[in-house]
């Protein structure tokens, strides 16, 4: 059946029978919410909108809150007569449903205001460098461009993809199971890997968001030493987390206490936690336990900047992985590590060079890594 004639079907259902039982109202809405989800909704012809306003106005308030729930993926065009429905309902489980969809169109208006206001700078800036440089320049930069979008584009896929390959025939087993098979435990088991594989996706997608959010960065002087503190004992906490004891592995913070310099706090802490959760990890023996070793962390200044050291005697990188970090673009997530995403150097460089500052690896296998982290102290 097409889905035109699908609608049609549904609107003659409610006019024909306007008594008709509640829940194949509900079902109904459920699964007109769910077109506009998944993009089989695009234009909101005549019997949708006849649909829509039909629902709105259920005797049931749980069919209206489908709708209320649904509200922020509705168009312009009888999004207003919708709203100010849904808004006013008597049930306070719609009313509140329809707030939270308002507030999340809003929320998603303000940010397509502001991907379009990124898109005119940088269509601004590429006229201004094709007028200072010519077209060649321009056209070489943009190559380079797609190039880096490709690289991390496909990396993010194949992560993902890696993903689904174990979450398909998961949900498929559990479903088996739930239409008529009686093993318990394999259902648990496939469950657990469904919800792990969605919680690692999650954590793509929020380092995603870290990696790409525009970064309004506001320094104020603060002491190096605490700060530094602060972000090593929630690496240390992370590695915890993780069901791993970072007491194993030595940490040592040779810091003066003098030592102070104008950063965003939050992102500077954010940025060392992941790089000193990175050398917790090179004592991880077969994601079991972590090996003794030794951690030093160590802050000094040097012509005008200030330079913090983070080195670990742990399993240290191959020349190929140095180079792939010194690109700047998310790796492929090591499967060695415990919810690794690959996006935590590309995150830390980043808000690092935010500061105008700069990160350097050098690193030796089975000697150990040495991450430079230099800083303008202005």
Excluded at 86 to 94: A, K, P, Y
Excluded at 237 to 266: W, Y
Excluded at 306 to 326: P, Q
Aim: a neutral charge; aromatic letters at 6%; one cysteine or more.
């Amino acid at each position: 059946m097409l889905m035109t004639d699908q609608w049609k079907e549904m609107l003659a259902t409610l006019n024909n029978n306007s008594d008709s039982y509640w829940r194949e109202r509900l079902v109904i809405a459920e699964r007109l919410i769910e077109a506009f989800q998944t993009g089989q909704i695009i234009d909101t012809t005549p019997t949708i909108q006849k649909l829509l306003r039909i629902l709105v106005d259920d005797p049931k308030w749980e069919v209206r809150k489908v709708i209320a729930n649904g509200l922020n993926l509705i168009v312009d065009e009888v999004f207003d007569d919708l709203s100010a429905r849904l808004l006013g309902d008597v049930n306070s489980f719609v009313k509140r449903s329809a707030e939270q969809s308002y507030a999340m169109r809003r929320r998603d208006h303000r940010n397509n205001n502001k991907r379009e206001a990124v898109d005119r700078q940088l269509a601004n800036r590429m006229a201004r460098l094709r007028d200072k440089h010519g077209p060649d320049i321009t056209d070489e930069i943009i190559a380079i461009s797609d190039t880096r979008f490709n690289q991390l584009a496909g990396t993010i896929a194949h992560d993902l993809r890696s993903i689904l390959t174990h979450l398909q025939p998961a949900a498929c087993r559990l479903k088996g199971i739930l239409n008529g098979e009686t093993d318990e435990t394999l259902a648990r088991s496939k469950v657990d890997r469904i919800v792990d594989g969605l919680a690692f996706m999650d954590r793509c997608v929020s380092d995603m968001e870290r990696y790409t959010e525009v970064l309004p960065v506001k320094h104020q002087t603060e002491d190096l030493a605490e700060v530094l503190k602060l972000a090593c004992d929630m690496a240390a906490k992370n590695i915890d987390e993780l069901g791993f004891d970072s007491r194993v592995v030595a940490l040592q913070l040779n810091v003066p206490t003098d030592t102070r310099c104008r950063i965003s706090r939050h992102l500077f802490i954010l940025a060392v936690v992941n790089l000193v959760k990175n050398a917790y990890e090179s004592f991880m023996e077969r994601q079991k336990h972590l090996r003794r070793g030794e951690i030093s962390i160590t802050a000094y200044r040097e012509n005008g900047d200030v330079r913090i050291t983070i080195h670990d005697n742990g399993m240290g990188m191959a020349a190929e992985d140095l180079n792939e970090l010194a690109s700047g673009i998310p790796r492929r997530r090591n499967k060695a590590k415990r919810r690794s995403t690959g996006f935590g150097v590309p995150i830390a460089r980043r808000y690092i060079e935010a500061h105008g500052g700069s990160l350097v690896f050098d690193s030796v296998e089975d000697v150990g890594t040495t991450v430079t982290i230099t800083l303008p102290c202005k």
